[in-house]
């Protein structure tokens, strides 16, 4: 390479690095609920016989969202709206799901009436064809009849809650009226005060969703006629601090347009959070250097470069969460933290094709200049980096397009960490080696670079390489053997699905001491649940999972009632609750996600590859799909929306395996060799097999440390992705590979077209 296209490279890796760690440093990290604590709430607009629940309807209901939600003093909430209908609301550090969906999600249809009189029966609260209506009298406790409105929410300027120190009223609700609604208010207080003292038609009542709040009658230095001006009132009724603060946030907000239903509701403790935070930062520190020193021990001084690179990755995935504004949420600390095993891959790829060139030059030619053997180790190591790592990019859109909640965080870490795992690996860690190997006292010991040995696994596979394509019959066989076993996974213990795809409530509770999970789930199908999933876990098992069908709030009462008395005083860690209708949406969107991730790698691999090719690793790749998906039946475990990330993401590494050696088997071939193809694809697995392992070996040693520290959560999206690794590993040579060879010696390639000959003209040129 040119020294000037070295340092232009070299300022511009520096230049990116320097910018990422000025972001790292400046710029405050934005934390999922699960993080950080909070509630996060999905509701959905409903149509109404005059307004249809869409778009332009549901922006509307957003505003007036916001402003309730302002109301509750809640620091830095996030209200959206997800597709013509749902809006989805994040209040972190508010605890209590209740408070939040009951204040949010009602109506608040604020009016005011003046007092016709008093009734003897109730219409059921609905208004009259003109407007008036009978309500219970909050006061006196009889029923009032009310005329039609003569004031409504809309005409409310401003709403506060103010404890009232001097007249003994104890927590009121000051309400401020726009101007045409102050000479509204005038007139109507006007004309009550006509009414003589103790008359119900003295009184006014504002009236919030159907119920009276306060009927206060007009004091009686106020004239008729005249009424009270000013434009402002009191709501008066014996409210708590909370209620008044509720109430303000409601009537300020004013009327939602449309009526919403509570579609999911998730609550996570703060503890819970830091708890997340920590496991992971650990798991990420454990894990990176686990693959640093392993990496380091293979390939020596490159090993150490990489390790570097490896640390410079993570300033610039971490940078561009930061600076993109994404979510950071648990699943995708996993994702970030799993991007290590990209990087390394990479980096892998490079190192195994630089030994190989470094043999092919020869000792004394390398070793005069072992820049050459990896400048073309670079330049050869490109198409299978692109490939392997566009297929897990294809994997993260999807994940970003049908997920839902901190899901979608993790597509989104996870292709950012794809794309800085490619810078890292062919600028970063190329410049660093140059600049390495460019030493003299590195040339004097060629040992240390790591390239002057093909690896003691490789030198055996030299000695006496596999015929593993001989056998093709037998490993059908073992791969038609697991299928059936996880099928029968499927059938007999049937596949758990989590609440988010069934509908339901999922509740995590702490307990002071430790819980005996028989007498949990005894005391819980005391209270009315018999069907109740519940589980002890955490430290100590102190922790209490109940997942139950029914998703109203009085059955989360009950149950914490019945734990309290079996197990002491227990707090909610963390309370998601899914509608049904909801359930099965994502349960469709999970099977379309992986539909379109088998269509969409089938389509780029026939680009790329051949059909045949393509048809192979696909296979290999739904075989590892319903493996795992087998292996979580056997056990138990739920399948939920965090698992289907861990699926998705065995999409990307198993198709990642499989096109790596598929991509030496077109090399080889492309040489004109005229060996059988089965001996062909033997030569590709033994060219190949280290980098497998290695680069397994670095994603093994952070998903270890995540399935250990990781927490619930983490534990069993680790253990599928352990899983999906090493299946991964196996089924490009044991599945992807024979079927290759299979397809091709039914449907050969048809022979090239032989080049045209090259003539030179009169003045030299070729043509």
Known sequence: MPPSAVLRRALLALAVVALALWTALTTQPRLGLDLRGGTRIVLETQDTPALRADAEATDRALEVLRK???????????????????????????????????VIGRTAQLTVHAVTGTAAAAPGGRPAADGSRVLADPDGGGLLALAAPALTGDGVKSADAVLDTTGGRGWTVDLAFRDGAAADWARLTGEAACAPAGDPARRVAIVLDDRIVSAPAVQAGVTCGAGIAGGSTQITGGFSAEEARDLAALVEGGALPLPVTTLEQSTVGPTLGADAIRASALAAVIGLACTGVFVIVV?????????????????????????????????????????VGIAVDANVLVFERAREEYAALGRTTAVRDPRRPLATAFAKAWSAVADSNVTTLLAAGLLFAFATGPVKGFGVTLALGVLASMVTAMVITRLLADAALALPAVRRRPALTGMAGLGRLRTRLARRAPRLMVHRRRW???????????????????????????????????????????????????????????????????????????????AQRRITEALTKTAGPVTVERDDLVGPSLGGELRTHALLALGLAVAAQLAYLSVRFRWTYAAAAVVAMAQDVLLVVGLFAWLGKPVDSVFLAALLTVVGYSVNDSVVVLDRLREIRRTGTRLPLADLADRAVAQTLPRTVNTGMGALFVLAALAVLGGDTLTDFSVALLAGVVLGMASTVFTALPLTVTLESRAPKPPARPAKPRTSNPTGAVV
């Open 68 to 102: 309730r939600v302002d109301g509750l003093g809640v620091a830095e909430p996030s209200l959206a709206r997800a597709g013509e209908n749902r809006i989805v609301v994040e209040l972190p550090g508010l605890r209590d799901p209740r408070e939040a969906a009951e």
């Open 299 to 339: 390939y020596r001084l490159l090993g150490l470069l990489a390790t570097v690179a490896l640390l410079l990755y993570g300033l610039l995935s971490y940078a561009a969460v930061v600076a993109l504004g994404a979510t950071l949420t648990l699943p995708g600390l996993a994702g970030f933290v799993l991007a």
């Open 476 to 554: 059908y066989a073992v791969s038609t053997v697991l299928l059936l076993v996880a099928l029968a996974g499927i059938g007999v213990r049937g596949v758990q699905l989590g609440v988010e795809f069934t509908g339901g409530r999922d509740v995590q509770y702490a307990a002071t001491r430790p819980v005996d999970a028989d007498a949990a789930r005894a005391a819980v199908a005391a209270a009315g649940f018999p069907d109740a999933v519940v589980q002890a876990t955490g430290d100590g098992g102190r922790d209490v999972t109940v997942r139950v069908a029914e998703t109203d709030d009085s």
